[in-house]
């Protein structure tokens, strides 16, 4: 059963922009958590977000639900559009009834609102940002997010182009969580990742400072170095394993190729086997060599 109570709202400003009138004189609904359905499609979120989870449920069981939740009306009643984890640790907390406002928000601006609400979780991970972050510019500009992205860097390239460029300050400006120029320079480029890596860094939770080290390395030991830190591994471990798969080279020259080159050169046989044309090169390529090496070879060994 639905029953009205009055509270005031703690909201960030990005989120309050959706809300037409003033936080402090809206009406603060109690609804039965079974009221309220999850899961529409403007929810952004891939993965159920677990950490601190509990955390908010002994928050909420001490001082209850700070700010309430923003669900809206549809035919089939009322639906979740941000607020997810506080319903959550609501239900983990044992709690029946949560506040709410509702709001008449139409699939554009329930989209929005869910953007908002998670770009303003704290210990957001990056991709999680650059993903809401896009998708936000998207609706914004009415475009897809590909095209999204395009209208960005090419904003980067060309600055004089200002088509949609008021939308974009202004968007930034709200979330305030830096600039769009920003944005674009530091975060975006992560979408240039191996497509496998962005998939784990999304479903199963991979941090950002191994996937760069995973993007890094050359693609024919990506996949290894996937499984690898999916075991899980830690920063550290899954590093030393993109060295061994991949060892330093010697002065630009690979480990293998010199270790070849030596065997090949003290092959009597082999040098023997040259023909006038090819020892005259090697004779001029063997005096272009550093003093250190000529010094080395010279050494009689002992």
């Given amino acids: 059963m639905t029953g009205r109570s009055r509270k005031p709202?703690?909201?960030?400003?990005?989120?309050?922009?959706?809300?037409?009138?003033?936080?402090?004189?809206?009406?603060?609904?109690?609804?039965?958590?079974?009221?309220?359905?999850?899961?529409?499609?403007?929810?952004?979120?891939?993965?159920?977000?677990e950490a601190n989870l509990e955390t908010l449920a002994s928050s909420i069981s001490e001082r209850g639900i700070l700010q309430p939740l923003l669900v809206r009306s549809t035919p089939s009643g009322y639906e979740l559009v941000a607020g997810e984890r506080r319903l959550r640790a609501a239900v983990l907390a044992g709690l029946t009834q949560v506040p709410v406002l509702v709001r008449e928000l139409n699939d554009h601006e329930a989209l929005e609102a869910a953007l908002i609400e998670n770009l303003q979780r704290e210990g957001l991970e990056i991709i999680d940002e650059v993903d809401s972050t896009l998708s936000l510019v998207a609706n914004r500009l009415a475009i897809p997010r590909a095209a999204a992205r395009d209208r960005l860097l090419e904003h980067l390239r060309r600055p004089e182009l200002s088509d949609g460029l008021p939308e974009l300050e202004a968007l930034f400006h709200q979330l305030g969580r830096g600039s769009w120029q920003s944005f674009t320079k530091n975060k975006l480029r992560i979408l240039n990742w191996p497509e496998a890596v962005l998939t784990a860094?999304?479903?199963?939770?991979?941090?950002y400072t191994i996937a760069g080290i995973i993007a890094a390395a050359p693609a024919d030991h990506q996949s290894a170095l996937l499984t690898f830190a999916l075991k899980p591994a830690t920063k550290l471990e899954v590093r030393a394993e993109a060295q061994r798969l991949n060892p330093p080279?010697?002065?630009?020259?690979?480990?293998?190729?010199?270790?070849?080159l030596a065997k090949r050169l003290s092959s009597e046989r082999?040098?023997?086997?040259?023909?006038?044309?090819?020892?005259?090169?090697?004779?001029?390529?063997?005096?272009?060599?550093?003093?250190?090496?000529?010094?080395?070879l010279q050494k009689q060994p002992t």
């Fill in 9 to 49: 709202a703690v909201r960030g400003p990005a989120l309050q922009g959706l809300v037409s009138v003033p936080v402090e004189d809206q009406t603060v609904l109690s609804l039965s958590v079974t009221e309220i359905r999850t899961g529409g499609a403007h929810q952004p979120r891939r993965r159920a977000q």
């Fill in 201 to 207: 860094m999304r479903d199963r939770g991979l941090p």
């Fill in 249 to 260: 080279k010697v002065q630009g020259i690979d480990r293998q190729m010199s270790v070849q």
């Fill in 270 to 296: 082999w040098l023997a086997s040259l023909g006038k044309e090819d020892q005259r090169a090697l004779e001029a390529w063997l005096k272009k060599m550093p003093d250190r090496v000529r010094q080395a």
